[in-house]
């Protein structure tokens, strides 16, 4: 066998260094082994996925199973009403609660062009028109308004037999009027000689009383309607012949009533559009039956062609007027006398008698002048009992 040539402490130190060289090596050796059992790791995994694939497949039914469970319960689950939605679907069918819905109309003035040139201006009916709707929406109800120009016979009219669709059993009407009062000669011969529908002057034409009583009976039985009339139905006294009956007001005052000289103008102008009108409304009345006793309130002889529209109402008519038959209703600078007084008892909502009660407070704050007058049309009696403009 050969020998190394070199010394054994040359090997030695020789082996030493290479011992030391070889570090390196052997960590890299223990990094490259861990990276090959990765790699085996790696290659293995197929073969481990396939093993585990029966679970993988119990976790995704489990998963399926699960979702499909809250999905379900989701669906049983009762759904939550959005506040505002409708009350029959809140309610389950139940009734609903009562609404009330206002009408207001106030004129400081007419068409010339419909009343032969007279403008009959006023200052405060606008301003009671917006009070009394004040009052309604306090009270709740969806009131709206008409001023002036277009307080018209259709607009409103219109608005009458809107309410009337849409206000059931239970609901309130609340129909404020401020403006003229007017008359015209009657001409269905079934009135005295002298006898004079009232009405109220509209800013293109007069409304006939016995026309908004018809208006009247479209509102089904059960649905309430109170009426505040801040004008003038003087028939009895232009029939007396006093010095009022013509208009003529204290200095300093004025009234709500459409002068005699300039009714009988106006109906002569417009004679064959009024005659139509009283005529169609007679017989459209003459039919049916005499009104309802609880029209004995009415402190009011009710001609028989109204007495029959009275008999045909099926809601409850609680009419205050802001004067007698005899006497006028005074306008004001901010409100009409009769308005202002009614607003003064009301006292911003304070008041929380019945109907009954506000009248006759009302009245007793009046001057002797003018004495606020009240009937009631169809079964109204238990209507008098009732808190003043509550729905």
């Not at 999905?71 to 759904?79: D, G, L, V």
């Not at 609903?96 to 062009?113: C, D, E, F, K, T």
């Not at 003087?234 to 009956?245: H, K, Y």
């Not at 005659?275 to 003459?286: G, I, N, P, T």
Request: charged share 25%; aromatic share 6%; glycine share 8%.
């Amino acid at each position: 066998m050969a020998t190394d040539p070199t010394p054994r402490s040359a090997r030695e130190a020789s082996a030493a260094r290479g011992a030391r060289g070889a570090a390196p090596l052997v960590r890299a050796a223990a990094v490259g082994p861990a990276r090959e059992d990765d790699a085996q790791r790696s290659d293995d995994a197929p073969t481990a996925r396939k093993a585990g694939a029966p679970a993988a497949a119990a976790r995704k039914t489990a998963s399926r199973k699960t979702a499909t469970r809250k999905s379900e319960s989701r669906k049983a689950a009762p759904r939550r009403t959005p506040v505002g939605a409708s009350t029959a679907r809140k309610t389950g069918g139940r009734p609903r609660a009562p609404v009330g819905r206002s009408l207001h109309i106030g004129l400081n003035a007419v068409g010339a062009a419909h009343y032969g040139g007279w403008r009959g201006e006023l200052t405060a009916c606008e301003f009671d028109a917006g009070d009394m709707a004040a009052l309604a929406r306090t009270q709740g109800m969806r009131a709206s308004v008409l001023l002036t120009r277009e307080a018209t016979r259709a607009a409103v009219l219109r608005r009458l037999h809107a309410a009337a669709r849409a206000l059931r059993a239970g609901d309130l009407f609340f129909l404020s009027f401020s403006g003229h009062g007017g008359q015209l000669p009657d001409v269905s011969g079934e009135e005295q000689d002298d006898k004079l529908d009232e009405t109220w002057c509209l800013y293109d034409a007069q409304l006939i009383d016995d026309e908004l009583y018809a208006a009247l009976t479209r509102f089904v039985a059960g649905v309430r309607i109170v009426v505040l009339s801040d004008s003038c139905h003087s028939g009895t006294v232009v029939r007396a012949g006093s010095a009022r009956s013509e208009g003529v007001a204290p200095p300093g005052e004025r009234t709500r009533m459409m002068p005699p000289a300039v009714a009988r103008r106006v109906y002569r102008e417009h004679r064959a559009f009024y005659d139509r009108l009283q005529r169609e409304l007679s017989a459209e009345a003459a039919p049916r039956a005499p009104a309802d006793a609880d029209a004995a309130l009415a402190q009011l002889a009710l001609n028989p062609r109204l007495d029959a529209l009275a008999a045909r109402l099926k809601a409850a008519v609680l009419l205050i007027a802001g004067c007698q038959d005899n006497q006028s209703s005074y306008d004001g600078e901010h409100n009409g006398a009769f308005t202002e007084q009614l607003l003064a008892v009301w006292n911003d909502g304070r008041f929380r008698g019945h109907y009954a009660a506000l009248y006759a407070r009302v009245r007793a704050r009046m001057p002797a002048r003018q004495s606020p007058n009240l009937f009631v049309l169809g079964p109204a009696a238990g209507l008098l009992r009732q808190p003043a403009f509550s729905i």
